[in-house]
């Protein structure tokens, strides 16, 4: 009862926020001329009094602004008259809107549109100025220029254009339903945003239920390091490995995988397979909030994806070679991409002209075989890339939209994988309280960068998927004793994990001093069995790796064993031009978590920076995009008292199941090597990117392949609380999440729809 309670207060909280939220009025953008703002440069040469400065034809003027925004230097007079023209596509230049003289200069000078322009229509926005004194107009350095009387600028003019008045969302809703069917596949058309908040409804009563359902405090006070009852393994399958039969019952045991998959299935806990079924809806509704290509790096895994689908091999990494096809760089092009990222005043496709001027060069551009040219992503393995050639091929449309959702499903469908393999983890390390795997798995599933970057075609997601059936893997095996099975589970996992991302070596020291120690404990079920399950384990991860590195020299010829090792992930970045010392690494990797000692000799942050807070913390909470937006700096804040409130009761969860953990020593020193290993790569990555002169490298997102410890940390915070109240305490943090992960989407709906 202390649950629903509690859970029906927290989400009446909720929606009143969420009202409170979408009631606020305030400016809403109508459009832009998709020129970065805020404007920083001043165009040349200057607008003399009378001329006309006109912004590149094919900007489109919306039907519904109602005024238009641009940045004017006067030289301390008074602005003269200000007349907006427009010139549609192949049709007559006529005056749209205006501005009296005697108005003041500013970065933000509002001019008036007639409210009935017309539909949005593509073409030619100019400004004409009078008097005699000569006006200054600021924008940015890009081309097509800007054309003062007819002569180019050093730029293009920035202009946004704002819709009448100030409006709360609820008044926005009929151009927010409109614009979320632009610029994307758009299967469900102008019913896109109805179909994706009934998904969300739908979604919250599924959470809803299962929190009632399955977070309650029976047996809450279980130990922690009770043997699970004994059960067969929901990944393991008895195939017999002698006789003369062997053929016979490969073949048997390959026809039975599907049965013997949905069995496996059935045998994982009704919470469990829910938490799976909420993790892909939530992370498939940020598939349609997102628009393409505006998770970071999702252009190069697309194009590496795309390259393997139509040539069948990894890309060859070829230097100064182009990085995209013809097909991506006119989806890039269309979309706006190069001006979205980074401003968040520019929208991408927002109107319906600019929506058909995407598909029309779509249409006249749709080869996809490009060069296969180095990016970010083409030294990795191709195991992700592989797999994301499946929903490419099996696209009902050859349009690139189509299929770039249709891959973002998978990696949705990798992120719900990945929320499971926790789940089942939890069960491994607390095996007698079940509403805790609950409440771990459900905090994993709505974390919102985690969400965010799930819903894009982002090779991340089959690392974080390899990292956590590793950590449940070595947990499956440190409670029911090292077998065959168990190894080649543990292989597998590892062979997976190499296979997906070069980040993922970072861990593999630690699993093997897992392995070591599991073969100690071992022991006395004899020498044979022992090291014949380390082999297992050891031949399955080592046996796929081998075959990467030996058709990387030989058939694919991409230039090493490893395509450049993890050395060649900062040189897209920034060409090596300075070697770098371990002390130095040594230094960066300290100051990324630590405050700067006093005796290090490199300062890479600024003073007074902790990178703990301003990069992990806060960009866990939500740095969205290509770190472009974030929430109000408030949110950060009040995160840090949370944190800090679970660190205490973490702390106290800790002394009160410390003699129970004392069976997990061995297995959490080994997760502890893995972490550390992670940090030491991230450190050395960062390093080299920070001295050979590039942005800084290192994101939130690096250290969410411990998103297993993540889970298993929060729930241990809740054993801080008396056993009646430590499941309250669970669905309220999952609320929480909830809430976190709601709010993340109306600020992402925000940017790039209102």
Not at 308 to 313: C, D, M, S, Y
Not at 726 to 743: R, S, T
């Amino acid at each position: 009862m202390r649950v629903r309670i509690a859970l029906a207060l927290a989400l009446v909280a909720i929606a009143t926020g969420l009202v409170i939220d979408m009631s606020g009025a305030a400016p809403r953008l109508a459009g832009s001329d998709h020129v970065h703002w805020p404007a920083a440069q001043q165009l040349t040469p200057t607008l003399p009094g009378g001329g006309t400065l006109c912004a590149p034809v094919g900007t489109v003027l919306p039907a519904d602004a109602a005024r238009l925004v641009v940045t004017i230097g006067s030289y301390g007079r008074r602005l003269p008259r200000l007349v907006v023209l427009f010139t549609p596509t192949g049709g007559r230049s006529r005056i749209v809107g205006g501005l009296p003289a005697g108005g003041s200069e500013g970065e933000a000078v509002s001019i008036p549109l007639d409210r009935h322009h017309g539909p949005s229509a593509s073409g030619a926005v100019c400004l004409r100025a009078g008097g005699r004194e000569p006006l200054a107009f600021y924008g940015w350095s890009q081309n097509p220029p800007t054309t003062i009387n007819g002569t180019p600028a050093n730029g293009a003019v920035s202009m946004l254009f704002y819709r009448a008045g100030s409006e709360s969302w609820w008044q926005l809703l009929g151009a927010l339903d409109l614009r979320f069917g632009l610029g994307k596949w758009g299967f469900f058309g102008d019913w896109t945003l109805p179909a994706i908040a009934l998904a969300a409804l739908l979604l919250w009563f599924g959470v809803t239920r299962v929190l009632m359902r399955d977070v309650r405090p029976t047996n809450a006070g279980a130990a922690v390091d009770e043997p699970p009852a004994p059960h067969s393994s929901e990944f393991e399958a008895a195939i017999p490995t002698r006789g003369g039969a062997r053929t016979v019952v490969v073949r048997r045991a390959i026809r039975r995988v599907p049965r013997a998959t949905l069995r496996a299935w059935s045998r994982i806990p009704r919470a469990g397979r829910a938490c799976f079924v909420i993790a892909f809806v939530n992370i498939a509704i940020w598939t349609v909030i997102v628009p393409p290509f505006q998770v970071p790096d999702e252009i190069s895994h697309f194009a590496y994806a795309q390259y393997l689908a139509e040539t069948g091999q990894p890309p060859p990494q070829t230097q100064n070679a182009g990085q995209y096809s013809p097909q991506e760089n006119a989806a890039l092009y269309g979309l706006d991409w190069g001006s979205t990222i980074g401003s968040v005043y520019n929208r991408g496709v927002f109107t319906p002209a600019e929506n058909s001027e995407l598909r029309a060069i779509l249409a006249a551009n749709d080869d996809p075989l490009g060069p296969g040219g180095a990016t970010v992503a083409t030294a990795q393995p191709p195991l992700y890339y592989a797999l994301e050639v499946i929903p490419y091929w099996l696209s009902p449309s050859n349009s690139i939209l189509a299929r770039l959702e249709l891959m973002r499903l998978l990696s949705a469908l990798m992120a719900a994988c990945t929320v499971l393999a926790i789940y089942l983890f939890l069960r491994e390390i607390i095996p007698r309280t079940p509403w805790m795997w609950t409440v771990g798995a459900l905090m994993v599933a709505f974390q919102p960068m985690f969400a965010f970057i799930g819903a894009g075609v982002q090779g991340d997601n089959l690392l974080y998927l390899a990292s956590a059936l590793t950590f449940l893997a070595t947990a499956r095996a440190w409670r029911r004793g090292l077998t065959t099975r168990r190894g080649v589970a543990i292989g597998a996992a590892l062979a997976v994990g190499m296979l997906a991302k070069l980040t993922f070596l970072a861990i593999v020291p630690g699993v093997l001093l897992a392995l070591a120690l599991l073969a100690w404990r071992a022991r006395s079920a004899g020498r044979t069995p022992t090291l014949r399950a380390l082999a297992a384990a050891v031949a399955v991860a080592s046996a796929p790796v081998l075959l990467y590195a030996l058709l990387n020299v030989t058939v694919w010829n991409r230039g090493s064993a490893l395509a450049g090792g993890l050395a060649s992930v900062t040189s897209q970045i920034a060409p090596a031009t300075t070697s770098v010392r371990w002390h130095q690494i040594i230094d960066y990797t300290w100051e990324l978590f630590f405050p700067r000692l006093s005796f290090m000799n490199h300062a890479f942050f600024a003073p007074g920076q902790w990178q703990l807070w301003q990069l992990w913390l806060d960009g866990a909470i939500g740095h969205f995009g290509w770190l472009d937006y974030q929430f109000p700096m408030w949110v950060y804040n009040d995160f840090r008292d949370v944190v800090y409130g679970l660190a205490a009761l973490g702390a106290i969860g800790l002394w009160r199941v410390r003699h129970a953990l004392r069976s997990l020593g061995g297995l959490l020193v080994s997760y502890s090597v893995m972490g550390l290993g992670l940090i030491g790569v991230i450190g050395y990555l960062g390093a080299n990117a920070a001295i050979q002169g590039a942005s800084p490298f290192p994101q939130a997102r690096y250290l969410f392949p411990l998103l297993a410890l993540y889970a298993l940390a929060i729930v241990l915070a809740t054993k801080g609380l008396p056993r009646r109240w430590a499941p309250v305490l669970g669905a309220l943090l999952v609320a929480l999440a909830m809430a976190h992960n709601l709010f993340a989407m109306t600020l992402t709906i925000s940017r790039y729809y209102g």
